[in-house]
Each structure stands twice: as structure tokens, then as C-alpha cells.
């Protein structure tokens, strides 16, 4: 199975999908996976960052400089993280959204330590169901946990303990650092 297609099939999307994150034609997304023919170096860039790997594991060309690398996803579930990330303590996350504005834009890079310990206040990364992660500010309260977005015009998520563990939500780690492109 083809590299790209396996990634695919890991983030639940359809080839169509995939051509219109990459911008290309479906047909060029199946030749990919057939590996009739290779993806030009734009769209090995989209598809490096959206499935955080390197443009040599989608090549092929796996090395032991890539397990040191810190992955870097758009979106990801939390059983998909687990499953992608194994051992490692650090991911990344490229914010898509205006929900954290003005403290985090569209396109910067937020590094998630999975190992941190948070407290109320803290900007997490968390999974709601088998939602994608989100950055939101926590804050825990003896009988709930609310999200709180830094861009007022989005309400509070807030849930009682019970519907935490019933959804369920993930806390898949606390932002140590952001990455801003000038």
C-alpha cells in the first residue's frame, strides 16, 4: 500500500478530500496512491504538513533523522495521535481557525508537550469524541471542565465530569511554545 494512501485512510478522508486540501484533481490523488506518479513539490508540501511527516517519508525514504523530527498535524483525532505518535512527548499543531485569536492566528505552529502537567488556565490541546484537536484554555472546576476560546465571540464549552468520560474528552497536552512565521 502506498504511503499516501495508508496516511489517508488513517485520517478518515476520501481521495476527494484530499485533492481539494492539496488543490489538484482527485484523479492525481489516485496516481499518487497507485504510484503511477509522484506529487509535485508543492503538493509534498501540503501533504507533509496536513499528515505531519517528511517530504522523504512520503518519498519513501524513511530515515533516523525522521524519528526525531516533531510531527506536525492540522487535524488529528486522539486516537489517531496515539496511534502516530507512540512514545514521543512532543506534536505540533497549525491552528486552522480564529477561535484563539488574537494570541494564536491563523497558521501558527503551537508544540503540545503530551507529558505536562495542566491547571486551570493552561491552553490545551483536546479531543472532543473522536473530534480533532483544538486549542482552548482550561479551566477546571470541582464538578466541570469549561474551554474557554481567547476570541470572545465563540461561547464557553463547558461539561460535567460525567459527560468528560461518557463523549469522551481528551486532553491530549499543554502548549509550551508557538511558532509564528513573520
Excluded at 504511503?3 to 485533492?19: F, H
Excluded at 480564529?98 to 490545551?124: K, N, Q, W, Y
Amino acid at each position: 500500500m502506498s504511503i499516501i494512501r495508508e496516511l489517508r485512510m488513517k485520517n478518515n478522508l476520501s481521495q476527494k478530500a484530499l485533492s481539494e486540501l492539496c488543490g489538484v484533481h482527485q484523479t492525481a490523488v489516485s496516481q499518487w496512491e497507485k504510484e503511477r506518479t509522484q506529487p509535485d513539490i508543492n503538493s509534498l508540501k501540503k501533504l507533509s504538513e496536513l499528515f505531519g511527516v517528511s517530504i522523504e517519508t512520503l518519498m519513501g525514504n524513511q530515515s533516523a533523522e525522521d524519528e526525531n523530527k516533531i510531527p506536525v498535524f492540522k487535524f488529528i483525532t486522539a486516537a489517531e495521535l496515539c496511534d502516530r505518535l507512540g512514545e514521543k512527548e512532543y506534536f505540533a499543531l497549525t491552528v486552522t481557525d480564529d477561535s484563539m485569536s488574537p494570541a494564536f492566528i491563523s497558521g501558527d505552529m503551537v508544540l503540545i508537550s503530551r507529558s505536562a502537567e495542566t491547571e486551570g488556565g493552561d491552553i490545551v490541546a483536546v479531543s472532543i469524541g473522536n473530534g480533532n484537536a483544538i486549542l482552548k484554555k482550561i479551566i477546571k472546576k470541582d464538578t466541570s471542565i469549561m474551554l474557554v476560546s481567547e476570541n470572545t465571540s465563540y461561547e464557553p464549552l463547558i461539561f460535567t465530569k460525567a459527560e468528560c468520560e461518557t463523549l469522551p474528552l481528551f486532553i491530549l497536552g499543554k502548549a509550551v511554545e508557538l511558532r509564528r512565521k513573520l
